[in-house]
Nanobody, 127 residues
Framework: QLQLVESGGGLVQPGGSLRLSCAAS????????IGWFRQAPGKEREGVSC????????IYTDSAKGRFTISRDNAKNAVYLQMNSLKPEDTGIYYC????????????????????WGQGTQVTVSS
C-alpha cells in the first residue's frame, strides 16, 4: 500500500522553528517530485514548497521564501521542510504530496498534479 506520513508538527511561538518530515512506505520517494501544501482554517489549500525528483529544483510560495527550506534524503526515503521564523499566518495543516507526472528537473505547486497525499500534520504558531 502506498502511503505518505507527515510528522514534526506542533505548537510553536512566533519566531520559532519546526522541521516537518514526510516519509513514504510502499514506494520510493526518489522517483517523485514532492510538494508541501497547507490549509489554514477557513481557507483553501495552498502550495508551500516543492522539490523536483532530481532535487535540483526547489520552489517556494512568496510567503515562505527566505524562511522555509525543502530538502530530500532519498537514502532515508524522506523529504523535509525546515520552517524558521514562523508566523501566526503559517498556522494550518501541512500535507506532503508526491507526483510522478513531472519531468525530473521540474516542480510545480499545482495540487492537481499530485497523485499521493499524506494525512497531514498540524502546525500552530501562537504565543
Amino acid at each position: 500500500q502506498l502511503q505518505l506520513v507527515e510528522s514534526g508538527g506542533g505548537l510553536v511561538q512566533p519566531g520559532g522553528s519546526l522541521r516537518l518530515s514526510c516519509a513514504a512506505s510502499g514506494f520510493t520517494l526518489g522517483s517523485y517530485a514532492i510538494g508541501w501544501f497547507r490549509q489554514a482554517p477557513g481557507k483553501e489549500r495552498e502550495g508551500v514548497s516543492c522539490i523536483s525528483t532530481s532535487g535540483g529544483n526547489t520552489i517556494y510560495t512568496d510567503s515562505a521564501k527566505g524562511r522555509f527550506t525543502i530538502s530530500r534524503d532519498n537514502a532515508k526515503n524522506a523529504v523535509y521542510l525546515q520552517m524558521n521564523s514562523l508566523k501566526p499566518e503559517d498556522t494550518g495543516i501541512y500535507y506532503c504530496a508526491a507526483t510522478w507526472k513531472l519531468p525530473s528537473r521540474l516542480c510545480v505547486l499545482s495540487a492537481e498534479l499530485f497523485n499521493y497525499w499524506g494525512q497531514g500534520t498540524q502546525v500552530t504558531v501562537s504565543s
